[in-house]
């Protein structure tokens, strides 16, 4: 096994990447992280506050700045890569800063892993993969070709693909994941799940998009975490591993269960126009991880976890206000 000591954690003031951070502070206090984040829209510095000090260290930095890097890599041992803008709806706004970090920003990390050899754990989502039929018995598996839809799933399969072509060609020690949708505390409110917990708290009616079956396989973020520290530990180098925890769920069946954990009716919600694109459904086969490396969920009663979640945004108003109304009005903007 693979055994760092210090590591690089990009994007680590995000939602899953503040995860991973409290999860390697939690398990291996033997771990020196280096937060490096730009602190976007997205990023929160309270999220690892209560844990910098000797284990983890924080760097403002963006992973586009090529000095920067060449500054802070010697001396890691293992970068592992979150930071990316991570919405597919902005990105069908204004899909330029997407381009620029995750496809130049992957490369300048990939760069500098190169020139320090570094083992590099890539962090990549399953819309690599496009969508899947509602009747369609298939799920994603590690063979499955790219087809990604949006703006921003295509600057995540760049990234995967400049990833490959780095350890196919200068031999970086690699590995790549890519999983399903995450839920629980600290995630954007511009996402689904944190949307509908937060505008029902403020007395605004949920919005789904279309008709609502889409589906997606829903992860807690701390399997994604457990995930992660297992293939970037034990995982073959130059291999691809697919994180999902059979999960699946349409949205009208997840606003549902929003609604009826918070005392709401179930119809208690607005339809609102679809997003252009939208993906039909995502669906992980997560085979090669369970058996080649052993590795098993722990949240697997969504419910129990969706309660625990709601529970989290209703105690912590101060961590999601600064940013509800901003973010609605962009909604509202597009007609969502
Ligand atoms: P997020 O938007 O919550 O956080 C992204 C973080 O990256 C923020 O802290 C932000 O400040 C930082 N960042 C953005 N641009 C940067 C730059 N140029 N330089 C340095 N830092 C920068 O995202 P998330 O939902 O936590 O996703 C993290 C990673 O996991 C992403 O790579 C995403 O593609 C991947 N992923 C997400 C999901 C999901 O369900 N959210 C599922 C699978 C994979
Ligand atoms: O599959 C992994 C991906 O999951 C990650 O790569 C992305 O970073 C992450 O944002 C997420 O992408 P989605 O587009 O699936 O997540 P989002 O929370 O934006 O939407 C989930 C579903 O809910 C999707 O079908 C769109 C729908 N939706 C979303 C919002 C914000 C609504 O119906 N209403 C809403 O208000």
Redesign the pocket.
């Known amino acids: 096994a693979f055994i760092p000591k210090n590591i690089i954690v990009t994007g680590g003031c995000g939602f899953i990447g503040s995860n991973f951070v409290h999860y390697v502070v939690n398990n291996h206090p033997d771990v020196h992280v280096t937060v490096l984040d730009a602190l976007t829209y997205a990023g929160n510095l309270e999220n690892i506050k209560p844990l910098l000090g000797d284990q983890v260290e924080f760097v403002h930095g963006n992973i586009c700045d090529a000095k920067l890097l060449d500054e802070l890599v010697p001396g890691h041992d293992a970068i592992v890569h979150y930071a990316a803008e ?4 902005n990105s069908i706004a204004n899909p330029e800063p997407f381009l620029k970090t995750n496809v130049e920003g992957t490369f300048r990390l990939l760069e500098a892993a190169r020139k320090y050899d570094v083992r590099f754990h890539h962090v990549s ?3 690599v993969y496009g969508d899947l039929a509602l009747d369609d018995p298939a799920k994603f598996t590690e063979e499955t070709p790219y087809h990604p839809s949006s703006p ?2 295509s600057t ?1 399969a760049s990234s995967d693909m400049l990833v490959r072509a780095w350890h196919r060609t200068y031999g970086l020690r690699t590995t790549i994941s890519n ?4 839920y629980g505390p600290y995630q954007h409110v ?4 944190p ?2 917990i937060t505008n029902i708290i403020e007395g605004i009616r949920p ?4 008709d ?1 079956l ?1 589906v ?1 396989d829903w992860i807690h973020t701390e399997d994604h975490s457990s995930a992660v520290w297992t293939i970037l530990t034990t995982g073959c180098i130059g291999e691809t591993y697919l994180i999902g925890a059979n999960g699946e769920r349409n ?1 009208l069946t997840v606003l549902k269960d929003i609604l009826r954990v918070m005392g709401q009716p179930e119809d208690a919600f607005d339809w ?1 126009k679809d ?1 252009p694109g ?2 039909r459904r ?1 669906a992980i086969d997560s085979t090669k991880l369970q058996t080649e490396l052993g590795w098993r969920p722990t949240h697997t009663d969504f419910e129990s976890g969706l309660r625990q979640t709601v529970q989290w945004y209703v105690d912590n108003p101060q961590w999601w206000e600064p940013a509800k109304a901003a973010t609605e009005a962009k ?1 509202k903007a597009q007609g ?1």
């Not at 991570?86 to 709806?89: A, E, F, P, Q, T």
């Open positions: 991570s919405h597919n709806d989502t399953d819309e921003y799933s995540k999983c399903s949708n995450n511009e996402k689904f799940i949307r509908q919005k789904l998009y279309g609502g889409n997606r949205n609102v997003r939208h993906d995502y909604y969502q």
